[in-house]
């Protein structure tokens, strides 16, 4: 870990994560805003009117009875992981790949800050920012119902449908940091770091409009995001969260290592 | 002290350096010369530990250049042939940026050296003009005060006036013991400044020489256009080539005297001096010594 070199990401990065954490806001007011515990039967009632494959796709197809199913079935299948995952696959490729490509790594690496030192204080950084926009966020959203709806949220479950969703999201985020550590360009950087989680989020999605596509959900990360699942029994989300955790730390290790030994045409 | 031993790395498209073998003193100041794409930077690379090589070493101060890069680089002051300085940054903020990763507290010779080359450290990067990017990547280069310079291209982008500064800068810096490596394909820069100069093409070092040497084998030569045809069968003493018929190139080495009497009895009515292109001299250097005469 190197702090001039966090400092300096923070720097060039704030606006993206503060876009990201405003945008994903609007979502968390409205959906704790809209919450009514009388009208939820109204508004699955006005659901029935939209195809099914479609609310299916957005994660509308069951809103929870308590605060705890609405606000998850609102933000966790859809909303949750998208607007992150635009952070993550956006700053994957800034933190290595694009000064590689510039050359401006040059400058990093001709300080007596080491390789392995530079690709770890940019991994940080990178999970860091996930999480901070996770910590607005969730932070917003406990604070607002505990104001609108006093002791409705249930923490232990919500927290552990955060674990799970944040988790998944540094799966991907490991897949991007380690493309934009093996390319040298960019471009293919990005092909691969951002196709591939993009691609599970497309795989996520297909398999929940019909049940004859179901089978993509293997093929996909964000499917183990099992929100009634893990609201039941947040132990069993706390499980998940923590294999999900090892198969982060080996994806942005490798990438470390592999950026470690690379020869770099800088 | 600079050693690079049967240094290769080849790039899949069959390019690269192959089998480099030359070393710098302390106080020295070698000029690595060769044309675009000859490999100059893939040394370069190499010295300072970004790439990996296929075989052979390169050390500087008994340190493996790739293995111990992180150690060396306190000692090493590095300027880019492209420089790519961090986006958004302000010239100060990436000064100071560089001062803090590599721990250096003393700012005196930063702020002298900004001072000394002009520049204005305050605006965007991206806003700056290329001749005040290359000083900002030059003040980067020396205010750690390293022991050992590796500069590829450091004049380029420039101005004549820059360019002096520059060079007084290095002369002192020589005469402080510095060893500098300083990659150009301007022959005159390298004469002017250097102690020897390694000459490399298509991947492979043809020569190591003192810059004496170099320089007595240097020779000029002259477009001469004469009103009178015939004036051409004068020429018989020197060492010309036929342009057209009234136009001749002279290669001139020392003798001059014999340049001008020649010139005196014909009707000259233009006289170019042609800057020789390193190639030019190198051909002819080796054309003596090599016994390929053309």
Partial sequence: MNKTLFLVDLKANWRVILFVSLVFMIYVLTSVLMYDPDSIEKLEQMFTLFPEGMLKALGFDTLGTDLNGYVAHYLYGFIAIIFPLIYIIVIANKLIAKHVDSGSMAYLLTTPVTRVKVAVTQAVFHVSGLILIFLIDIGVLVLLSSAVFPGSLKLASFLSLNFVTIMTLTVAGGIGFLFSCMCNDSRNSLAFGAGIPVAFFVFKMVSEIDAKLEGFKYLSVFSLIEIDKILADPAYGLGVGFILLGVSVLLYGAGVIIFNKKSLAI | ?294
């Fill in chain 2, 1 to 294: 002290m600079i050693e690079v031993s049967n240094l290769t790395q080849v790039y899949r498209s069959g390019k690269g350096v192959f089998n480099l073998d030359f070393s710098i003193p302390e106080g020295e100041i070698f000029g690595y010369l060769g044309p675009n794409g000859a490999g100059k930077t893939t040394t370069i690379r190499n010295l300072l530990g970004f790439a990996n090589a296929d075989g052979g070493y390169a050390r500087i101060n008994g340190l493996d250049c790739r293995k111990d890069a992180a150690r060396l680089q306190p000692m090493i002051g590095y300027l880019p042939g492209e420089t790519a300085f961090l986006e958004d940054m302000t010239g100060a903020e990436f000064l100071k940026f560089m001062s803090d990763m590599r721990g250096t507290g003393d700012t005196g010779r930063r702020d002298s050296l900004t001072e000394r080359f002009a520049l204005d450290p305050r605006g965007k990067i991206k806003k700056m003009s290329k001749g005040m990017k290359q000083k900002l990547a030059i003040i980067t280069a020396f205010m750690h005060d390293p022991a050992v310079y590796i500069l590829d291209e450091p004049t380029a982008g420039l101005d004549p006036f820059m360019q002096n500064v520059f060079l007084d800068l290095l002369e002192e810096e020589r005469g402080r013991g510095k060893t500098v490596m300083m990659s150009s394909h301007i022959f005159e820069e390298v004469q002017r400044s250097c102690d020897r100069a390694g000459i490399i093409r298509e991947g492979r070092l043809v020569a190591v020489e003192d810059i004496e040497a170099l320089n007595d084998a240097k020779s000029r030569t002259y477009a001469v256009t004469f009103a009178d045809p015939a004036d051409l069968g004068k020429l018989d003493g020197l060492q010309f080539r036929r342009i057209s018929s009234n136009r001749v190139e002279i290669t001139v080495g020392h003798d001059y005297r014999s340049f001008f009497q020649t010139l005196a009895h014909c009707s000259v009515v233009g006289l170019y001096s042609s800057e020789q292109s390193l190639e030019d001299v190198f051909m002819k250097y080796y054309g003596r010594n090599g016994g390929t005469d053309e």
